[in-house]
């Protein structure tokens, strides 16, 4: 079992920035990747961005020049650096995680709890 556990969400004005991580712990021999969803009221969870062991990264259009998403592989976390926020980034923000138990083994898709990210004035 893989447990995420994320942090760093809050109220910010609009334009502001905000700094979430993600740390994972518990049994797995591997993660493969780790990203960050999103959902705001009454619409459905979306990518946000996404990185994989190698550094690689994927942004939503969206999200492209105002996130930024790294990882520490030896800590085991993701973190997303939010600038310029706009009120429509109002949402739940979810950590997620693809992990392998054991080396060559098959991938099991993980979510955290998730934090509210609310920008207004």
């Known amino acids: 079992q893989v447990q995420l556990v994320e942090s760093g969400g809050g109220l910010v004005q609009p334009g502001g920035s905000l700094r979430l991580s993600c740390a994972a712990s518990g049994s797995f021999r591997s993660i493969v990747s780790m990203g960050w969803y999103r959902q705001a009221p009454g619409k459905q969870r979306e990518l946000v961005a996404t990185i994989i062991s190698g550094g690689t990264t994927n942004y939503a259009d969206s999200m492209k020049g105002r996130f930024a998403i790294s990882r520490d592989n030896a800590k085991n976390m993701v973190t997303l650096q939010m600038n310029s926020l706009k009120p429509d980034d109002t949402a739940v923000y979810y950590c997620?995680?693809?992990?392998?138990?054991?080396?060559?083994?098959?991938?099991?898709?993980?979510w955290g709890q998730g934090t509210q990210v609310t920008v207004s004035s």
């Open positions: 997620n995680a693809n992990v392998r138990t054991y080396l060559g083994g098959p991938i099991f898709n993980y």
